[in-house]
């Protein structure tokens, strides 16, 4: 077999695509099918309150997958996704809000909380926003621009592990303190809402609310494609010997900057998509999303499902929030200590997440979403090597036989 075939790797498998496709037959399809059609008493109809429920996860399994390609894939663990979803979902927040035109309490060009503040005329930074296009590019290239410029010197100082991940943190922290702030032209501690429509259609309306539901799925199930498109190429191999001994990938002659940069700038693009999603569905914007508490809770989403798997992405950040919207109903006090208690269990007996528990219980799925011959996350063993550490050598003759070619 040649190089090249040795280090192909199918972007799923068959058992895989089924599984795809069962996914999206009942997410996608039947879910809103069951929503629409059936009488409001029927028992086979999905309640209005669960569709926007469910869209709420959606948009979160995509910020899941979009930290498993940067700590899972990448290891770089970043404490500040936070700002990157609310950036997404501030720009497509300002949309909605231009939207609003004199529909607002007092009737003015302007967003009612500049009327309230006594602002005079709009600001350079909302112009643009009153096109759906521009505010939907905005809320992928907004949080993009800002990785790439934060990691750029970041990585470009070699700052790495726990002082990269202190640092984001600050980050997001230091921007929840400026949108908090009335005369940045944000809406201030209230944020933006009082949404009235999208694209023309009411937020109000059960239709538009599966519309944007079924958007989010397919958002969903193109960021896992594009994810694993990345982590199944020769890209996704040289992330992960980054992550395994960057130090010798930079001896065997590739620039680890480059690479760390475009999985950490794509990672925050597609939080900024999950942004814009999320807010239309749950009609309000505020700085709390950029709390650093949330940006934690997203880690945990990932570690409780499984690092470098991204179904066990999706599945830990669709298990924790599932979990989460019970408990805060069912007993608000003691979710904290749940999540807690979560995450220090799984950190001590399933260090590999959910999936990786799985694995090791020798589960069938192998060839699946993230099976184990794609060579991901199979347990180490003393006569085993992982595919997916370093093989900078066999990359490496790849390239030279490429272009001797």
């Known amino acids: 077999m040649s190089a090249a075939g040795r280090l192909h790797t199918p972007l799923l498998g068959r058992t895989g695509w089924g599984a795809l496709a069962l996914f999206v037959a009942v997410a996608g399809v ?10 409001e008493d029927s028992a086979l109809r999905v ?9 709420k996860f959606v948009c979160y399994a995509i910020v899941a997958l979009a930290i498993d390609l940067i700590w899972g894939y990448t290891g770089i663990l970043s404490l500040g996704h936070g700002v990157f979803f609310a950036l997404g979902g501030y720009a497509i927040g300002m949309y909605l809000m231009r939207s609003i035109g004199i529909e607002g309490v007092y009737a003015s060009d302007l967003p009612d909380f500049m009327v309230f503040l006594d602002w005079k005329e709009l600001p350079w930074f909302w112009y643009g926003f009153d096109s759906f296009p521009f505010a939907l590019a905005m809320a992928v290239l907004a949080p993009a621009a800002l990785a790439f410029a934060f990691g750029f010197f970041a990585f470009r100082s070699r700052i790495t592990g726990v002082y990269f991940s202190i640092i984001t943190q ?53 960021a896992f494609l594009a994810c694993r498109a990345i982590v199944t190429s020769k890209l996704g191999r040289l992330l992960r010997a980054v992550r395994d001994a960057e130090a010798k990938v930079r001896f065997s002659g590739y620039d680890a900057l480059q690479y760390k940069l475009f ?44 690092r ?28 904290l200590y749940v999540l807690g208690g979560t995450f220090v269990a799984v950190t001590l007996f399933a260090p590999d997440g959910l999936v990786g528990l799985l694995r090791r219980l020798r589960l069938p799925g192998r060839s699946g979403l993230d099976g ?34």
């Open 30 to 39: 039947a879910i809103p099918i069951l929503n629409v059609l059936p009488a």
């Open 47 to 55: 309640p209005d309150f669960l569709i926007a429920l469910l869209g």
């Open 170 to 222: 600050a980050m997001t922290f230091a921007f929840m303190l400026l949108f908090f702030r009335n005369d940045t032209g944000f809406g201030g501690n209230n944020g933006l809402t009082d949404f009235k429509r999208i694209l023309g259609f009411s937020l109000q309306d059960p239709i538009t609310r599966v519309g944007l539901y079924s958007a989010s799925i397919a958002a969903l199930v193109g």
């Open 263 to 306: 999985a950490w700038t794509f990672s925050a693009a597609l939080c900024g998509l999950a942004g814009a999603l999320y807010v239309p569905q749950v009609g309000i914007i505020n700085p709390g999303e950029m709390h650093p508490a949330n940006s934690i809770e997203m880690a945990i989403w990932v570690a409780v499902g499984g």
């Open 308 to 335: 470098g798997t991204l179904v066990g992405a999706v599945g830990g950040a669709w298990l924790v929030n599932a979990t989460k919207s019970w408990f805060t109903v069912a007993a608000p006090e003691t979710w």
């Open 372 to 405: 184990a011959r794609s060579g991901e996350a199979r347990p180490r063993g003393p006569e085993t090597r992982r595919p997916d550490s370093l093989n900078v050598g066999s990359l490496k003759a790849k390239s030279l036989t490429e272009s001797e070619t």
